[in-house]
């Protein structure tokens, strides 16, 4: 097994009980051992049993070192996209007006069914490889434009496929509760039945990590999102949820009854949702691209969060209807701007919390044990990657301890 020294560096740990911001560690060494974090610290600190241990040596040239980015809500996989809705709402149409008259998330099932498997796969990993450019190396993908069992396979399996070819973790939530689809239009309670039958189908396939559902009075109601969650149980699958995007309906009180991973969207949510969400241990998913694409004027309301101690992630909600972005670095420089949060809480939301967010604990901060997903930046401060608008300084990506 390799043993690899990476010096010369600048370590942004974001442990979470490190004294510095950031996690800070000046002049820092890091060894990894078979895809694992084994030492971190200052390199004067080093063990010199450890050093002499090392096989491979890496000049950092003084990079700045984070955490892998992790993504941790996104649509990416779907087809066609929504340029004239996007004109329809530039002209005064709301996205709830938009979905009414028959766009909105139907127009893209529409375009997803029609797509064939392969189809899919070259659209989405064209935005798969601009999340990676930018030092993604973990993300979620939900299904949610198939809204038929044929369709949601065919997206979760297309997700599935991008993760085995490409140098990140793909992780799959299944969004069969997104939208009621055309042929039940005014069924609503027959489609969640379907959803229900499909849940055990997809996950007997390996297809299904987690499950999720819109809750809202454009979508599902909270019974017929309990209905989904208590498949999703049976089944020791974890939720989460689309929730209080467009009011407060109760679904984040509902999705921490179930133990949620996390709760997304969130503007509306209100004092007994965050206090449900802190004793969940639920994460609150911020979406500034969703906000800052439809205009939105209801912010979401952090400082609920932080007076409840809520932990907060921050993702790009890639889609093609409220949000066609593929720059998590952008949504860093959002979350600040938008929602001012601090530049220090936005990357612990990319990294740290977006990795709870998908209950997963090896990885997420740089610290022995985890998993070496890390990157390299041309920065001389954490900040830095927040503050610049456009700006991609990604020097060097290592993935499972391997450079990409």
Same mark, same amino acid.
């Given at each position: 097994?390799?043993?690899?020294?990476?010096?010369?560096?600048?370590? +942004?740990?974001?442990?979470?009980?490190?004294?510095?911001?950031?996690?800070?560690?000046?002049?820092?060494?890091?060894?990894?051992?078979?895809?694992?974090?084994?030492?971190?610290?200052?390199?004067?600190?080093?063990?010199?049993?450890?050093?002499?241990?090392?096989?491979?040596?890496?000049?950092?040239?003084?990079?700045?070192?984070?955490?892998?980015?992790?993504?941790?809500?996104?649509?990416?996989?779907?087809?066609?996209?929504?340029?004239?809705?996007?004109?329809?709402?530039?002209?005064?149409?709301?996205?709830?007006?938009?979905?009414?008259?028959?766009?909105?998330?139907?127009?893209?099932?529409?375009?997803?069914?029609?797509?064939?498997?392969?189809?899919?796969?070259?659209?989405?990993?064209?935005?798969?490889?601009?999340?990676?450019?930018?030092?993604?190396?973990?993300?979620?993908?939900?299904?949610?434009?198939?809204?038929?069992?044929?369709?949601?396979?065919?997206?979760?399996?297309?997700?599935?496929?991008?993760?085995?070819?490409?140098?990140?973790?793909?992780?799959?939530?299944?969004?069969?509760?997104?939208?009621?689809?055309?042929?039940?239009?005014?069924?609503?309670?027959?489609?969640?039945?379907?959803?229900?039958?499909?849940?055990?189908?997809?996950? +007997?396939?390996?297809?299904?990590?987690?499950?999720?559902?819109?809750?809202?009075?454009?979508?599902?109601?909270?019974?017929?999102?309990?209905?989904?969650?208590?498949?999703?149980?049976?089944?020791?699958?974890?939720?989460?949820?689309? +929730?209080?995007?467009?009011?407060?309906?109760?679904?984040?009180?509902?999705?921490?009854?179930?133990?949620?991973?996390?709760?997304?969207?969130?503007?509306?949510?209100?004092?007994?949702?965050?206090?449900?969400?802190?004793?969940?241990?639920?994460?609150?998913?911020?979406?500034?691209?969703?906000?800052?694409?439809?205009?939105?004027?209801?912010?979401?309301?952090?400082?609920?969060?932080?007076?409840?101690?809520?932990?907060?992630?921050?993702?790009?909600?890639? @889609?093609?209807?409220?949000?066609?972005?593929?720059?998590?670095?952008?949504?860093?420089?959002?979350?600040?701007?938008?929602?001012?949060?601090?530049?220090?809480?936005?990357?612990?939301?990319?990294?740290?919390?977006? +990795?709870?967010?998908?209950?997963?604990?090896?990885?997420?901060?740089?610290?022995?044990?985890?998993?070496?997903?890390?990157?390299?930046?041309?920065?001389?401060?954490?900040?830095?990657?927040?503050?610049?608008?456009?700006? @991609?300084?990604?020097?060097?990506?290592?993935?499972?301890?391997?450079?990409?």
């Amino acid at each position: 097994m390799t043993v690899q020294l990476w010096r010369h560096c600048r370590v +942004a740990t974001l442990q979470p009980s490190h004294p510095a911001p950031y996690g800070l560690i000046e002049d820092a060494a890091l060894v990894l051992e078979g895809g694992r974090i084994a030492w971190v610290g200052p390199r004067r600190e080093l063990p010199a049993d450890l050093a002499a241990r090392c096989t491979g040596e890496h000049d950092a040239g003084g990079a700045l070192v984070t955490p892998g980015l992790i993504d941790c809500h996104t649509h990416l996989v779907y087809g066609g996209d929504r340029a004239h809705e996007f004109e329809l709402r530039l002209q005064g149409a709301s996205y709830e007006d938009v979905a009414r008259a028959g766009g909105g998330i139907n127009s893209t099932v529409k375009a997803t069914r029609a797509a064939t498997e392969a189809e899919l796969e070259v659209q989405s990993l064209k935005r798969l490889r601009a999340l990676v450019a930018e030092g993604v190396t973990t993300l979620e993908i939900k299904s949610g434009y198939g809204l038929a069992f044929e369709h949601e396979r065919k997206a979760l399996r297309v997700a599935r496929g991008l993760g085995r070819s490409q140098p990140v973790d793909v992780r799959t939530t299944f969004l069969g509760a997104h939208a009621i689809p055309p042929e039940f239009a005014g069924r609503a309670d027959a489609y969640v039945d379907e959803v229900v039958r499909m849940l055990p189908l997809l996950h +007997a396939e390996g297809l299904v990590d987690a499950v999720d559902a819109f809750c809202e009075r454009i979508a599902f109601s909270t019974g017929q999102t309990e209905r989904v969650f208590q498949a999703a149980h049976a089944l020791g699958l974890p939720v989460k949820l689309h +929730a209080e995007q467009l009011s407060d309906s109760g679904g984040a009180e509902l999705a921490a009854r179930y133990g949620a991973l996390s709760c997304d969207h969130l503007e509306w949510l209100g004092e007994q949702g965050a206090a449900a969400m802190a004793a969940a241990g639920s994460v609150a998913v911020l979406l500034p691209g969703a906000f800052y694409f439809l205009r939105e004027t209801k912010l979401p309301p952090v400082a609920l969060l932080r007076q409840h101690g809520v932990a907060m992630a921050i993702s790009t909600d890639c @889609n093609p209807g409220s949000s066609p972005c593929t720059s998590l670095l952008l949504m860093l420089n959002m979350a600040c701007t938008l929602f001012r949060l601090t530049p220090e809480e936005a990357l612990a939301g990319v990294t740290r919390h977006a +990795a709870k967010a998908l209950g997963l604990d090896d990885r997420g901060v740089i610290a022995p044990g985890k998993r070496a997903d890390f990157v390299l930046w041309d920065v001389a401060h954490p900040a830095q990657l927040a503050c610049a608008l456009g700006a @991609n300084p990604r020097l060097q990506t290592v993935f499972k301890g391997e450079l990409v």
